[in-house]
């Protein structure tokens, strides 16, 4: 079982950089791959980027390519998602999952992950 918290959403100008934290419970979080999905009002939920267990494998949506950074700490359970150069469209809550069985187009896929957290709003005006 693990146990997903994130945190450092909140509300920022277009053009600001935000980073979100995904707190992970459980001592096996460095045997899963990680995830940051996002839904924005009246959209489905999306792939953002994803990390292996190891941090060596990275995979990005195209629309945050060249802008958000998705990295981890195993040692402090934790998985990160640095957003620079936001934009309007990059508003939505934003959520982190946790998958074991991910290869392949699993990775953005939300099937992919067992685990979810409950989500942190991020807003960006114009």
């Known amino acids: 079982q693990v146990q997903l918290v994130e945190s450092g959403g909140g509300l920022v100008q277009a053009g600001a950089s935000l980073t979100l934290s995904c707190a992970a419970s459980?001592?096996?979080?460095?045997?899963?791959?990680m995830g940051w999905f996002r839904q924005a009002p009246g959209k489905e939920r999306e792939f953002v980027a994803a990390?292996?267990?190891?941090?060596?494998?990275?995979y990005y949506a195209d629309s945050v390519k060249g802008r958000f950074t998705i990295s981890r700490d195993n040692a402090k359970n934790t998985v990160y998602l640095q957003m620079n150069s936001l934009k309007p469209e990059d508003t939505a809550v934003y959520y982190c999952?946790?998958?074991?069985?991910?290869?392949?187009?699993?990775?953005?896929?939300?099937?992919?992950?067992?685990?979810w957290g409950q989500g942190t709003q991020v807003t960006v005006s114009s």
């Open positions: 999952a946790a998958g074991r069985e991910l290869y392949g187009s699993r990775w953005r896929r939300e099937t992919g992950y067992d685990y």
């Open positions: 459980g001592r096996t979080f460095s045997s899963y791959g």
């Open positions: 990390i292996s267990w190891s941090g060596i494998n990275t």
